[in-house]
């Protein structure tokens, strides 16, 4: 009997204390007592104590329970702690609602706007590139009316087109007198180069199929830069207009107003090149100045490409002290610029129109036409040069 009284008063002993137990949780009875017999239940005013748990590995603890009036408690080692259940509960529970809201986040973007993936998809911006055969475009221009320009633009064309090359002649005159010099009535065109800068209309759709092709002209352009004047980028009307048929021929010869207006601005942004036809007198060369003006003004904001590749002299008679002294003036002035070639009067020239034809057509052995063919060579060689 007292064998069994002092095994029950160390058990008793043992039972760890409700203070104790809320103080140290995790604090396990040792494994020695695991197999004894119940511990005794606590009376009803205490609290109860934590429900023990499954047996853990032992681990070294430090801390000594000690109890007022009852001897220290024996020291055991304690498991390692196991995440509670419902913590890890909760955790999971974050991590899906984390993921959750990142996934809304991302369609949310999706649909307010691009993020750096979109922007790495898109195209980057690529220069167009040229055409291999883009076509040389001169432009016929003296504000000066009367020299030759109509002429010189039709009769070079064909001669360039006899020595086998394409050619294209545009009539950007409100006059239309290249179109009539083709045996094409301008009154009765019923789309003309107005629809192509006014409508951005094709140019294929106003080219006529004569000794060359020729983009006609109608009275309707003499309203075209009034008409013009809202349009966003007017100056490069026929520059996109050119677009389409570049690659189908290899000179593009444009007849001029007499004017500096948005019509001759058209030509200019759209040439490379520039040949200016001179009447071999004083009045005439003065508008090579204003010309001159104009030309730089498109060079340094329209189009830094166009270049004068020569002055023509027209209408020259060596029997006058007057048309020389002009010759000598214009090579003491421009030098190289001035072709070699010389456009004397002829009766012709005024002929030819009447007939629908150029003069290489009209009298293909005249002197006149050999005036034209040599310009073409000379043309041909890249200049007055």
Same mark, same amino acid.
């Given at each position: ?45 205490? *609290?109860?104590?934590? *429900?023990?748990?499954?047996?853990? /590995? ?8 000690? @109890? ?8 055991? *080692? ?16 974050? &991590? ?13 973007? #999706? ?6 993936? #979109? ?35 039709? %009769?070079?064309?064909?001669?360039? @087109? ?14 239309? %007198? ?23 209309? *094709? ?20 309203? /075209? ?25 290899? =000179? ?79 090579? &003491? %002035? ?15 020239? /005024? ?10 057509? =009209? ?7 050999? =005036? ?5 060579? &000379? ?7």
């Amino acid at each position: 009997m007292r064998i069994l009284s002092r095994k029950n008063h160390e058990s008793t002993k043992q039972t760890p204390e409700p203070e104790a137990e809320m103080a140290a949780p995790e604090t396990t009875a040792p494994a020695a007592t695991a197999t004894a017999e119940a511990p005794v239940r606590p009376e009803a005013s205490e *609290p109860a104590p934590a *429900p023990v748990t499954a047996p853990r /590995a032992p681990e070294p603890t430090a801390a000594v329970e000690e @109890s007022s009036g009852s001897a220290p408690a024996e020291t055991a *080692p304690s498991a390692p702690a196991e995440p509670v259940p419902v913590e890890e509960e909760l955790a999971q529970v974050e &991590e899906e609602a984390a993921a959750e809201e990142t996934e809304i986040r991302l369609k949310a973007a #999706d649909l307010l706007g691009p993020n750096r993936r #979109d922007f790495d998809t898109l195209p980057t911006h690529q220069t167009p590139e040229k055409p291999v055969d883009m076509a040389d475009v001169i432009s016929f221009a003296n504000q000066k009316g009367g020299v030759a320009k109509t002429t010189s633009t039709l %009769n070079l064309a064909v001669a360039l @087109s006899e020595l086998g090359n394409r050619v294209l002649c545009i009539d950007l005159d409100p006059q239309g %007198n290249l179109t009539m010099s083709q045996g094409i009535d301008p009154d009765k065109c019923d789309k003309s180069m107005y629809d192509v800068l006014v409508h951005d209309l *094709p140019i294929s759709e106003v080219i006529a199929h004569r000794e060359i092709d020729i983009a006609v002209a109608s009275i309707d352009l003499a309203g /075209a830069e009034i008409a013009m004047s809202t349009k966003i980028g007017r100056e490069r009307s026929l520059e996109k207009a050119l677009k389409e048929v570049h690659p189908d021929y290899d =000179y593009i010869c444009i007849d001029t107003p007499p004017s500096l207006g948005l019509l001759t601005i058209n030509a200019l942004t759209a040439s490379n090149k520039v040949i200016v036809p001179v009447q071999c007198e004083y009045l005439s060369m003065r508008g090579l100045v204003q010309l001159q003006s104009t030309l730089t003004m498109i060079q340094e904001n329209l189009n830094p490409n166009v270049h004068i590749e020569g002055i023509l002299p027209t209408m020259f008679d060596s029997r006058t002290l007057h048309a020389r002294e002009a010759v000598s003036i214009l090579e &003491e %002035n421009f030098g190289d610029l001035v072709f070699k070639s010389r456009i004397r009067k002829a009766v012709k020239f /005024a002929e030819a129109p009447v007939r629908g034809a150029s003069v290489l057509k =009209y009298d293909p052995d005249s002197r006149a036409a050999s =005036y034209y063919r040599n310009l073409a060579k &000379e043309v041909l060689s890249d200049g007055s040069s």
